[in-house]
């Protein structure tokens, strides 16, 4: 919908000093660079100088930069080198192994009490009653009593969002809140795609596991499945 | 559940993910797909990661204070002058 059809375009355009192309990335990418910016450092106050410090990285960077990733990849990789290092002054730090999966990560994403055990003639299917069932109710129907559903819902997700361990929270907040691809996440991060992938299934499943919780119990009213 | 069992429901959670992205072997994804057709439970567990997935792209994300955009613009002009 812009007038910069290609990355090259805008590149060319900030290149060139246009500053209607600088406030169009600016405007477009900085609430996600926010957030992202906040994994990794203790306040507010701190990521909003990390994603200052990345845009007057990327004005004085962007005569340099050769086209081997998108711009927005380039401008989130900066965003997050700018971030380890201010992460590393408030000792908050993501130091380059942290972002390697560790035995947690491997944990199961159903508890095994859920499922049949070896000597069943069907191991490791749910046990009888004991699969999932469907959500109550979900985000996307219109009465107002599930819209205050889906504000709690909202909620009690950016909650455990927020309670996951720091290297499962970045990856999930990077594909499943900003939507960036696996690809562009690998890039961004420098992790393999084997880890990218365990540590975004590890933490989309506990929050499954969380919400469900909630909602396959009775919302609301402190309700909740028995464990 | 014959067609079942040679991928348990236990093993199939874990797959979820690549199998959104796509990632998965030929046959794996068949074994996949032809699990959840007979199988409720995983087919409501893989619907529960899509939602989560879903509400996840809806969770609202924070703004730059007007004193931080103008720092950067105001950098924007230094920087292009």
């Known amino acids: 919908m812009h007038i910069w059809a290609t990355d090259a375009l805008l590149v060319d355009a900030l290149r060139a000093r246009d500053e209607s192309a600088f406030e169009h990335v600016l405007t477009t990418w900085s609430r996600s660079m926010l957030r992202l910016a906040r994994s990794f450092v203790s306040s507010d106050a701190s990521a909003e100088e990390v994603v200052q410090d990345t845009w007057l990285a990327v ?10 990733s998108t711009l927005r990849t380039w401008v989130y990789r900066i965003l997050v080198n700018t971030a380890k290092k201010r992460g590393v002054l408030e000792s908050r730090t993501v130091p380059w192994t942290s972002l390697q999966p560790v035995d947690d990560d491997l944990a199961r994403s159903v508890d095994p009490a859920d499922f049949r055990g070896r000597d069943d003639p069907h ?9 999932p069932v469907p959500w109550q109710s979900s985000a996307s129907t219109a009465s107002s ?6 504000g ?7 909650a455990a969002l927020a309670s996951l361990p720091q290297r499962q929270r970045i990856v999930v907040t990077l594909r499943d809140v900003h939507g960036h691809s696996a690809g562009e996440v690998c890039q961004m991060l420098d992790v393999s795609a084997a880890n990218q992938r365990v540590l975004l299934h590890r933490g989309r499943a506990r929050l499954r596991e969380l919400l469900d919780g909630y909602l396959a119990g009775e919302p609301g009213r402190g309700g909740g499945r028995d464990a | 559940m014959p067609e079942l069992d040679d991928l348990p429901c236990q093993e199939l959670v874990e797959l979820v993910t690549a199998y959104l992205d796509d990632e998965l072997d030929a046959e794996t994804q068949t074994r996949f797909e032809q699990h959840i057709a007979h199988c409720s439970g995983c087919a409501n567990y893989l619907q ?7 509400l996840l792209g809806s969770l609202g994300v924070e703004r730059l204070s007007v004193h931080g955009l103008s720092n950067i613009r105001r950098a924007f002009r230094d920087w292009a002058s």
């Not at chain 1, 709690?152 to 950016?158: K, P, S, T």
């Open chain 1, 123 to 131: 191991p490791g299917h749910w046990k009888p009653g004991g699969g």
């Open chain 1, 145 to 150: 009593e599930v819209s205050v559903l889906a």
């Open chain 1, 152 to 158: 709690e819902v909202r909620m009690i997700l950016g």
């Open chain 1, 59 to 68: 004005l004085q960077g962007i005569d340099r930069f050769e086209g081997r």
């Open chain 2, 48 to 54: 529960q990661f899509r939602q989560t997935i879903s």
